[in-house]
């Protein structure tokens, strides 16, 4: 299952406040800014500072 496109809308990296994109692979959220993913884990994002991963 996918993000609803209206979640996504309303969205923000908790970080910068920026907006967010569903990555290539859909198992998360990317703030460009940042450089950071936010996982996805069953079906759910997981907005947390602390679990994001650094883009490579």
């Known amino acids: 299952m996918a993000i609803d496109k209206e979640l996504l ?3 923000a990296c908790p970080k ?3 907006k967010v994109a569903v990555n ?3 198992d998360g959220l990317v703030c460009e800014r940042c450089r950071i993913k936010y996982p996805i884990k069953d079906d759910i994002p997981v907005m947390l ?3 994001a991963v650094p883009l490579g």
């Open 24 to 26: 290539d692979g859909k």
């Open 9 to 11: 809308d309303i969205l």
């Open 16 to 18: 910068c406040k920026g």
């Open 49 to 51: 500072i602390d679990e």
